[in-house]
């Protein structure tokens, strides 16, 4: 059975830094493409970043371009996401998401898999 498990988020002031982790388990990860989602209250679940299986393809939306950065470690079945000058606009629950394919686009349906979310609030 996949497991992803997030951790890292927390409450920052604006301008602040957080980095968000996810661990995976129970199949091959080097395999999949990941991202990270985020959901604000009373907004949909949008996309943030992804990666694809081999790290060496990464895509971010525009509003966390230049801030935000995703990396993997496929030794340690992990994936993060370095969250600088963070905005009170970023609060939301983020979500890891591992894609059924090699390298994956920004569309939820295009990952299976999905741990439970951490939430983030930024703050002063």
């Known amino acids: 059975q996949v497991q992803l498990v997030e951790s890292g988020g927390g409450l920052v002031q604006p301008g602040g830094s957080l980095r968000l982790s996810c661990a995976v388990s129970g199949r091959m990860f080097t395999n999949y493409a990941m991202a990270w989602f985020r959901q604000a209250p009373g907004k949909e679940r949008e996309f943030v970043a992804r990666?694809?299986?081999?790290?060496?393809?990464?895509d971010y939306t525009a509003a966390v371009k230049g801030r935000f950065a995703i990396s993997r470690d496929n030794a340690k079945n992990t994936v993060d996401l370095q969250m600088n000058s963070l905005k009170p606009e970023d609060t939301a629950v983020y979500y890891c998401?591992?894609?059924?394919?090699?390298?994956?686009?920004?569309?939820?349906?295009?990952?299976?898999?999905w741990g439970q979310g951490t939430q983030v609030t930024v703050s002063s």
């Open positions: 990666i694809s299986y081999k790290g060496n393809i990464t």
């Open positions: 998401a591992e894609s059924r394919f090699s390298v994956a686009g920004r569309r939820s349906g295009d990952y299976e898999h």
